[in-house]
T-cell receptor, first 113, second 112 residues
């Protein structure tokens, strides 16, 4: 079945710097990709979803890049601020797996002042 | 309102005793999911209900039960808790036409 590897597990960045989290997956039938953010004590909140073969999506303070050829999904936090301190999870939806989500292990991001 | 609620938030159970966790959503979503998350591990899907149809993952088939008495509620039942069941249990829901899942805050289960 699908396997998702997420790196790094922990990330400490200075406020104003950028940070990149990367997920690689194995199943070429995967077709929808998600990034979730979880602040301490709170629910996983959807940050962004992407589907196209190669797509760059920009949100508020972050950029998501999908490269299906390399089976890689990345989240780039641009100009990190303290509110970005949270756990981030990538998730992959695969048609061949009954449309369930396979998650990465998560990345704990700490933004230092 | 895209809120998924879970009760209780914290649960302490004794080895060998049953555990029942509750999830609710008012978004009229047709699918509800239960995930197990342990420290330093990815959330792992245990089972999901699509409408009234229960689908359980093969490797957790024997360990967890669930019921969905109506569209809004879904429970996760452990008949006899073991130490290995200590984890965060996340409930999520989604609408058939949409792809994203909405998550509750989780129930932290500690089995002693």
């Amino acid at each position: 079945g699908e396997q998702v590897e997420q790196r790094p597990p922990h990330l400490s960045v200075r406020e104003g710097d950028s940070a990149v989290i990367t997920c690689t997956y194995t199943d070429p039938n995967s077709y929808y990709f998600f990034w979730y953010k979880q602040e301490p004590g709170a629910s996983l909140q959807l940050l962004m979803k992407v589907f196209s073969s190669t797509e760059i999506n920009e949100g508020q303070g972050f950029t998501v890049l999908l490269n299906k050829k390399d089976k890689r999904l990345s989240l780039n936090l641009t100009a990190a601020h303290p509110g970005d301190s949270a756990a981030y999870f990538c998730a992959v939806r695969t048609n061949s797996a009954g449309n369930k989500l396979t998650f990465g292990i998560g990345t704990r991001v700490l933004v230092r002042p | 309102d895209t809120t998924v609620k879970q009760n209780p938030r914290y649960k302490l159970a004794r080895v060998g005793k049953p555990v029942n966790l509750i999830c609710s959503q008012t978004m009229n979503h047709d699918t509800m999911y239960w995930y197990q998350k342990k420290p330093n591990q990815a959330p792992k899907l245990l089972l999901f209900y699509y409408d009234k149809i229960l689908n359980r993952e093969a490797d957790t088939f024997e360990k967890f039960q669930s019921s969905r008495p109506n569209n809004s509620f879904c429970s996760l039942y452990i008949g006899s808790a073991g130490l290995e069941y200590s984890a965060m249990y996340l409930c999520a829901s989604s609408s058939g036409g949409a792809l994203e899942q909405y998550f509750g805050p989780g129930t932290r289960l500690t089995v002693l």
